[in-house]
């Protein structure tokens, strides 16, 4: 048994605490792309008749109205979701195997925004409309839920540049920690309710996806990630 463990332990490394760290900057480049084209893939449905003398070009841009809506939707959500992975990985001082499966697993779940903005349009007007919304909210419940566990992967695991100093017995949870409750449960109440309010639902999940896109206090000047000093000097 214990040659076998042995074997097993030379072939993977299953604990996090024996895994290298390695620089980010691959996968951010990763990301990136995959953002990239999840955000080129909103326009593909578009389309342009150009024998306008039965069908005005009036007339395709109002037929293609939900379209559009659904688009800029779906561009909310997903430069939302790039915002934050961007505020994470500049907070990291490396990334180790299971911390790239995180990051990796949200990219992908922000791959089927997409599909779930096309299910929006395509139900406009019809009673099934809340069944697009639920798709929406569903992408964004699970990929907000991913951001919350790989940060605190990365705090448990000592991944983060600066780590936060232990909380002790009660004092108050940090108010990013109590921001990322707050989003991932009206995540679930937009989910929750999307058949009965599909309106209020996309409400709710704008706002969340707005929120993402405000300058938060982690964007100021000297915390972790910060590299306005080292820009200052080489052009200086």
């Known amino acids: 048994m214990e040659e076998k463990k042995s074997v097993l332990r030379q072939i993977y490394t299953l604990k996090a605490e024996d895994q290298a760290l390695h620089a980010a900057g691959r996968l951010t480049v990763f990301i990136d792309g995959i953002l990239a084209i999840a955000a080129t893939l909103l326009v593909l449905d578009l389309h342009v008749d150009f024998d306008t003398s039965s069908n005005s070009l009036q007339h395709q841009i109002a037929s293609q109205g939900a379209n559009l809506v659904a688009i800029g939707l779906g561009f909310l959500w997903i430069a939302g979701t790039w915002v934050l992975s961007h505020r994470q990985v500049r907070q990291l001082r490396g990334v ?5 499966l995180y990051v990796l697993a949200s990219t992908l779940v922000v791959t089927l925004i997409p599909f779930a903005t096309k299910l929006l349009a395509a139900g406009y007007g019809h009673p ?54 707050t989003i991932v449960t009206l995540c679930v109440v937009a989910t929750v309710i999307a058949k009965m309010a599909p309106w209020v639902s996309i409400g709710i999940v704008v706002a969340t996806r707005l929120s993402a896109l405000m300058p938060l206090g982690s964007d100021r000047k000297g915390l972790p990630g910060d590299i306005t000093e080292t820009w200052e000097t080489h052009t200086h």
């Open 128 to 181: 099934d409309f809340w069944v697009g919304v639920e798709a929406v909210n569903v992408v964004i419940l699970i990929s907000t839920a991913l951001s919350v566990f790989s940060s605190r992967y990365a705090h448990h695991h000592q991944l983060l540049i600066l780590t936060p100093p232990a909380r002790s017995a009660g004092q108050r949870r940090p108010v990013a920690l109590v921001i990322w409750y």
């Open 96 to 100: 180790d195997h299971y911390m790239s």
